[in-house]
């Protein structure tokens, strides 16, 4: 068994903060030799090297040195509820390109997202080349209309967007935006992928704003890509050994919204007892 830690045993205190906050339970602590592996399914989570309170441990799945020192920050419960609510839908773009550097601002804090058992395993396909963009619209309407002709349950935004989309030639799919995210998994568990692209794309939405730009999830391409319609999966051109968890659009959105709207009144059961 590879052993996994190295403790610096004149700052370890013995105080076993790290076996208990591991979730795999793979840690003991011993009043001589401090911290011991019990088994070797580690999954490099890293909470046993960020609560040691003496920066004691070292893992070699999540290394001490790759670790920045948490400082709390000063963020009142109505600033934070103020920044979840504002986080909006942005279906109108301004004709604008994203750089790559914002764009590897806005995905490299995605990556920051929890993921099942810390797998991680996601990556992303950035599409921005417009003629592209506007062929994946085309397909993605092609793929609406045989929905309708086949009778196949489709939600009215879907068929607002469709008839926009042929009467007026808008792009009302990927609504003109710059740029278009694909969450890539590089394994075959289809729940956790989808659920890890979820986590990631939510993260880099509500981080979005903080660098000027909109975001908005894209349901329908889900759709046509579960689907398996030919022409959305040439256009992605997915790069071999990944699989498609999730997308979304990205730009710089044309309008200023002044209100933070209502949602439906909060629903919760309890059960004491």
Not at 244 to 268: D, H, I, T
Request: charged letters at 20%.
């Amino acid at each position: 068994m590879k052993n996994l830690f190295a403790v610096d045993l004149e700052r370890c205190t013995r105080c076993g903060l790290c076996s208990r906050v591991c979730s795999y339970m793979i840690l003991e602590v011993d009043k001589d030799d401090g911290p011991r592996m019990l088994r070797d399914s580690c999954n490099g989570c890293g909470h046993c090297v960020a609560v040691c309170p003496e920066a004691a441990l070292d893992n070699v799945n999540n290394p001490l040195a790759g670790h920045s020192l948490f400082t709390d920050f000063d963020c009142t419960e109505e600033q934070a509820a103020h920044f979840l609510r504002s986080r909006r839908s942005i279906r109108w773009f301004k004709n604008e390109p994203v750089s790559r550097e914002a764009m590897h601002k806005l995905l490299d804090m995605a990556r920051y997202a929890p993921t099942g058992s810390n797998s991680q395993g996601l990556s992303y396909h950035v599409i921005s080349a417009p003629e592209t963009l506007r062929a994946i619209s085309g397909a993605i309407a092609d793929w609406e209309d045989i929905q309708v002709a086949n009778k196949a349950p489709i939600t009215p935004m879907c068929l607002g967007h469709l008839d926009r989309y042929r009467r007026c030639g808008q792009d009302s799919f990927l609504y003109g935006a710059p740029a278009l995210v694909l969450a890539l998994s590089d394994y075959t568990a289809p729940r956790r992928s989808r659920e890890n692209a979820i986590f990631s794309l939510l993260y880099a939405q509500l981080f979005a704003p903080s660098i000027g730009l909109g975001t908005c999830w894209m349901g329908v391409l889900e759709l046509c890509v579960i689907d398996g319609y030919g022409p959305v999966l040439r256009l992605l051109d997915i790069p071999p050994g990944l699989t498609f968890s999730g997308a979304m659009v990205v730009g710089y959105p044309r309008y200023a919204y002044k209100r933070l709207p209502e949602r439906n009144p909060l629903r919760v059961t309890w059960r004491d007892s």
